[in-house]
């Protein structure tokens, strides 16, 4: 469903059709770019079961933007949903307070969630984008010792 409008000639608009696609900078500016295709109550629907309309960035990967990437250890995690609040992107999948893993797809690779982790060692670290997640965890630091 498209609700955009363009602006034509003479500061005529009119309605982009439904399969209709332009440019950013050609969309006339107060656009509205609806993030669903119907009505829902986001707050009470998993991300995952949303109807997104084509304009709506999770309907987008930006994989390919990130040269490196969290990797998470169930291990040592306390379920403290620190990530959760802070990642910018909303890539951390936690249910029921319970941390589940990140949305790669959407992850850009910022570290942010590495930085808000309380747990010791770290429960999230940083890894190069190519490295395997067993390979990463088998790396993993031992508990720091508190210094006396
Ligand atoms: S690296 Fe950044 S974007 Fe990715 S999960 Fe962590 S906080 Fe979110
Ligand atoms: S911040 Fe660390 S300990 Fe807290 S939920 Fe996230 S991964 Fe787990």
């Known amino acids: ?11 005529g608009m009119r309605e982009l059709g439904a399969e209709e696609h332009v440019g950013w900078d050609e969309v006339t500016q107060g656009t509205l770019l609806p993030s669903f295709e119907k009505d829902v109550d ?5 991300p995952e079961e949303r109807p997104y309309s084509d304009f709506n960035s999770y309907t987008a990967t930006v994989a390919s933007w990130r040269v490196i990437k969290p990797v ?4 040592i995690c306390i379920d403290c949903q620190n990530c959760w609040v802070w990642c910018p992107d909303t890539s951390i999948v936690s249910r029921d307070k319970q941390m589940l893993g990140i949305d790669y797809d959407h992850c850009k690779g910022c570290g942010v969630c590495v930085e808000v982790c309380p747990t010791n060692p770290k429960s999230l670290l940083m890894f190069g984008e190519s490295e395997e997640t067993e390979a990463a965890l088998a ?5 720091k010792k508190k210094a006396k």
């Open 42 to 46: 986001a707050a009470h629907v998993r």
């Open 72 to 75: 998470y250890n169930r291990d």
């Open 1 to 11: 469903m498209s609700r955009g409008v363009l602006a034509t000639e003479k500061r």
């Open 139 to 143: 790396k993993w630091p031992e508990k």
